[in-house]
């Protein structure tokens, strides 16, 4: 059974950072899409970037230039590096991944696998 594990999430003031991990464990075969959604408490999750096997990677929110999203594929591990986080960037994160590319998985809920999440709250 594929079980995504999630860490990393805090508390910060604004203007902090924080660099979460997501560990993928029960693997029989290379998880082609991972990535990254959040979802703010009375609102939808959304997604927030992901990254192909291949290295491709799209950024769905406005948090290009803030949020670096990376992964080890030998480990099959994901990150998101946030810098100069927002009090709007408060949400419970979530690792996702899937067998297809990313371009192919649709939406907010195409993916197969999910983790628990993990708490980021940022302070003004």
């Known amino acids: 059974q594929v079980q995504l594990v999630e860490s990393g999430g805090g508390s910060v003031q604004a203007g902090g950072s924080l660099k979460l991990s997501c560990a993928a464990f029960?693997?029989?075969?290379?998880?082609?899409?991972m990535g990254w959604f959040r979802q703010a408490p009375g609102k939808q999750r959304e997604r927030v970037a992901d990254?192909?096997?291949?290295?491709?990677?799209k950024y769905w929110q406005s948090v290009n230039g803030r949020f670096t999203i990376s992964r080890d594929n030998a480990k099959q591990n994901l990150f998101l590096e946030m810098n100069t986080l927002k009090p709007e960037d408060t949400a419970m994160y979530y690792c996702?991944?899937?067998?297809?590319?990313?371009?192919?998985?649709?939406?907010?809920?195409?993916?197969?696998?999910w983790g628990q999440g993990t708490q980021v709250t940022v302070s003004s």
């Open positions: 996702a991944a899937d067998f297809r590319a990313c371009t192919i998985v649709p939406g907010t809920d195409g993916f197969r696998f």
């Open positions: 990254v192909d096997w291949d290295g491709s990677i």
């Open positions: 029960g693997l029989t075969s290379s998880l082609y899409c």
